[in-house]
């Protein structure tokens, strides 16, 4: 089983201690695109100039990043992934999300019978996921 975890989950578990995340580590492979640190080290630096987390739970959420990223396979954003996030999809969606969903599908071609399980708290970007025929299980889950 691949899971495909978007940075939502991961930051609701990294910033808020959601354990959420624990749905995507039983998966057998986890994957994600690059773009997941980039967003994820983006939040966690908003998250201390804010004040919304100190210096030592700073450096604490930093490590726990880094702990995590080191058990996921990442997706480069090759040109393919870049062209197939410009094209259009089911319904609309945030840049990053069209590149995310545009690397699950480029991930998705490698695989043959294997379906890949979407990981993510966004909505818009389930539904969206679910159109394209990824399993999403978190799209019931109340925001």
């Known amino acids: 089983m691949v899971g495909y975890l978007d940075p939502s989950v991961l930051l ?9 995340i624990n749905q995507v580590l039983t998966c057998d492979f986890i994957t994600s695109s ?4 980039i967003e994820c ?14 210096e030592e739970d700073f450096f604490k959420t930093m490590i726990r990043l880094e702990d995590t990223l080191k058990g996921l396979s990442m997706i ?5 992934i870049k062209d197939r996030a410009c094209e259009a999809f089911p319904m609309i969606i945030k840049t990053h999300d069209a590149l995310h969903l545009a690397s699950a599908l480029a991930y998705q071609k490698r695989l043959h019978d294997e379906k890949i399980i979407i990981f993510s708290c966004d909505r818009q970007f389930n539904r969206c996921a679910r159109a394209l025929g990824f399993i999403t299980p978190f799209l019931s889950k109340p925001e």
């Open 41 to 54: 080290l983006r939040t966690i630096h908003r998250y201390r100039l804010d004040g919304r987390i100190n």
């Open 12 to 20: 609701q578990n990294l910033l808020e201690g959601d354990d959420s």
């Open 34 to 37: 690059e773009l997941l640190k």
């Open 76 to 80: 480069k954003l090759v040109d393919e």
